[in-house]
């Protein structure tokens, strides 16, 4: 059984920086695309960044030049890289898998709240 733990979450000052985590545990093959996103309290969810096995990376206007989607195929692990946080990025992060055959896998999420 596929399991996708989350790691890295937490309370930061505007302007601070947090490095989320995402490692697959189980047998899980043919990764594609890997992505992180987020909801809002009363808000839907959204796409923040995804990133395929080829490396190339996509981001929310919202998040870009800020944030930094990166992950290590060897070890089925995707990071998020959050540097110059604003309190409107305060949510909940879901890490996101989908195999080339189309199957898709959610973390349980990690909380990151931006409040000083």
């Known amino acids: 059984q596929v399991q996708l733990v989350e790691s890295g979450g937490g309370l930061v000052q505007p302007g601070g920086s947090l490095r989320l985590s995402c490692a697959a545990s189980?047998?899980?093959?043919?990764?594609?695309?890997m992505a992180w996103y987020r909801q809002a309290p009363g808000k839907e969810r959204e796409l923040a960044a995804a990133?395929?096995?080829?490396?190339?990376?996509i981001y929310a206007d919202s998040v870009k030049g800020r944030f930094t989607i990166s992950r290590d195929n060897a070890k089925n692990t995707v990071y998020l890289q959050m540097n110059s946080l604003k309190p409107e990025d305060t949510a909940v992060y879901y890490c996101?898998?989908?195999?080339?055959?189309?199957?898709?896998?959610w973390g349980q999420g990690t909380q990151v709240t931006v409040s000083s």
């Open positions: 996101n898998i989908v195999t080339k055959f189309g199957y898709a896998y």
């Open positions: 189980g047998t899980i093959f043919n990764i594609n695309t």
């Open positions: 990133i395929t096995q080829g490396g190339s990376a």
